[in-house]
Nanobody, 114 residues
Framework: QVELVESGGGLVQAGGSLRLSCAAS????????MAWYRQAPGKQRELVAV???????NYADSVKGRFTFSRDNAKNTLYLEMNSLKPEDTGVYYC????????WGQGTQVTVSS
């Protein structure tokens, strides 16, 4: 059973930074796709950033240049570094991974105040 556990969310003022972490139970080399999604109140869940095996990291236009998706293979952990945060970045952020099945974390709340 794969478990993804996010952490690092919180309340931050506009212009501030946060780093989200997603710890996987077991090797992240098992996954061919890893991603961060977010869901704002009253809106659908949207893709923030995605890494596929052997491919580049892709970002939503709204976060390009501000967010960085990285991975630490030794720690089986994914990170989302978020800088220059805006109120519209507010939402629940979810870690996602897939191989033959899809896995989601429980989510971590990010609130950006103006």
């Amino acid at each position: 059973q794969v478990e993804l556990v996010e952490s690092g969310g919180g309340l931050v003022q506009a212009g501030g930074s946060l780093r989200l972490s997603c710890a996987a139970s077991g090797s992240i080399f098992r996954f061919n796709t890893m991603a961060w999604y977010r869901q704002a109140p009253g809106k659908q869940r949207e893709l923030v950033a995605v890494i596929t095996s052997g491919g580049p990291t892709n970002y939503a236009d709204s976060v390009k240049g501000r967010f960085t998706f990285s991975r630490d293979n030794a720690k089986n952990t994914l990170y989302l570094e978020m800088n220059s945060l805006k109120p519209e970045d507010t939402g629940v952020y979810y870690c996602y991974a897939s191989n033959t099945r899809r896995y989601w974390g429980q989510g971590t709340q990010v609130t950006v105040s103006s």
